[in-house]
């Protein structure tokens, strides 16, 4: 959806972002804070004497009540309120409707100058097959791209490309991660090739285009472990929906290793409780995967359906606990973990790593304890390549030391013996 450039008057847009806000049903409490938020917006638009919104306002706002140059860590429950309206205000602005995804995190992709017809027709092209993830990167990368395209004075048409531009904007991108340059290479690559087979280009100059290394993460996966596992189920308890809802997810991540992403976006329809069965396409890479639905992790959802789950009209298994009941965020999902972890009084070192991906690494490392093959688990995980999966070899120690081998007894005369002397 294209965002528009209405002319709409602060109080205006503040009347109609209210009233939409309470057709969705939300709470009263937050009715109530959208409102006190609101008030602050207007006597801020009056104060500096502006009848009209504009983001520019928005943005003075925010650094007025919160800060958000000067002090950038700043994250205040005041601040997260404060920036939850603004929000809101900003959509309704430019869309014309409000929902309940943080508008300031959403990014519109703009392509500049003489590579933006070919570059949507690409994204076109790669949407079919590629998820919305991969598809968001892509945008990312090419807007780059394009940017840095349409500041070279002598690039009119995709024609005019050639690699000696391409390896200026690879320099121009040193500024970066090396997992982000690999990336940004591998879709420029692409793209380049893709123009190629659409003879869009006068030169092949796709294999010039230099290799980057990609550098994987040798660091040991963090996991919890199989007492802290059950510790962390055991303190969630059923007597509330959102008890028995938080049950149902974590042991989707804690039993069958679902990423939060795939949690956050099963529906109804994903259950095949016929055949005891989870179906689902991927997020991460847009990639069936089906899944056996064990005894456990069936009876705790339908005890979510049935004595939780809001009665509403969404095919979304998991659902806020508060109006509006859309699905919920994937993001909601390491606070939920994290808050039951302090429950159970799991003590956490510092740094490490304890979300709901920390237990599909627990059921990884679990399963080669149990001698389940790399290839079983590669599937059960749906890693793409099994190297990604022999990471979890790394804290398999109880395997790596039995394929140790016993250091034979040296005798009490003996002395070492290089190039047939004895030393």
């Known amino acids: 959806m294209e965002p528009s450039h209405q002319i709409i008057t602060v ?7 209210y009233q939409k806000l309470k057709e969705l049903n939300y709470s009263k409490g937050s009715l109530k804070k959208y409102a006190y938020s609101f008030k602050l ?9 502006i009848k009209y919104y504009t983001e520019k306002l928005a943005l003075s706002f925010l650094e007025e009540y919160c800060e958000i ?7 205040s429950i005041t601040y997260q309120e404060r920036k939850r309206a603004v929000a809101k205000l900003d959509e309704m602005y430019k869309y014309n409707l409000i929902s309940s995804k943080k508008l300031f995190s959403r990014k519109v992709y703009l392509f500049q100058g003489c590579l933006k017809k070919s570059i949507d027709s690409y994204i076109a092209y790669k949407i079919e097959s590629l998820s919305s993830a ?3 990167s892509i945008k990312l990368y090419l807007e780059r791209f394009s940017e840095f395209i349409s500041k070279t004075s002598d690039i009119k ?3 005019d ?7 200026l904007f690879i320099e121009s991108c040193s500024i970066y991660s090396h997992l982000t340059l690999y990336a940004t290479v591998t879709c420029i690559k692409q793209y380049i090739q893709f123009l190629e087979n659409n003879l869009l280009l006068r030169d092949n100059i796709s294999h010039y285009i230099p290799k980057i290394p990609k550098k994987r993460n040798r660091t040991f996966p963090k996991a919890f472990t199989k007492d802290e596992s059950l510790a962390l189920l055991n303190s969630i308890g059923s007597n509330t929906s959102k008890e028995r809802r938080d049950y149902a997810m974590i042991l989707l991540a804690a ?5 939060a992403s795939d949690i956050a976006n099963l ?3 994903n259950i095949d409780w016929e055949h005891n069965q989870i179906n689902l396409v991927q997020q991460k890479n847009n990639t069936p995967l089906t899944l056996p639905l064990l005894k456990g992790v069936g009876e705790a959802i339908i005890n979510y359906i049935k004595n939780g789950r809001p009665k509403v009209d969404n095919q979304y298994i998991f659902l806020r606990e508060n109006a509006p009941y859309s699905k919920i965020n994937a993001s909601a999902l390491h606070m939920i973990v994290d808050g039951y972890l302090k429950r159970a009084k799991i003590k956490i070192p510092a740094g490490k790593k304890h979300g709901p991906h920390a237990l599909r690494h627990s059921i990884a490392t679990l399963l080669l304890e149990n001698d389940i093959p790399i290839s079983t688990i590669k599937e059960i995980l749906s890693h793409k390549s099994s190297e990604t999966t022999k990471i979890y070899l790394k804290i398999a120690q109880k395997q790596l030391l039995e394929c140790a081998l016993e250091v034979p007894k040296l005798e009490k005369n003996y002395t070492p013996c290089v190039g047939g002397v004895h030393v």
């Open 41 to 49: 917006f207007a006597r801020h638009a009056s104060n500096n004497e």
């Open 157 to 159: 048409t995709e024609n």
């Open 11 to 17: 109080s205006q847009l503040v009347d109609l972002t």
């Open 255 to 259: 039993r069958l290793g679902l990423r």
């Open 69 to 75: 140059f000067s002090q950038l860590n700043k994250k």
């Open 134 to 136: 991969r598809i968001k």
């Open 161 to 167: 490309l050639v690699i000696n531009h391409v390896i």
């Open 267 to 269: 529906q109804l329809s």
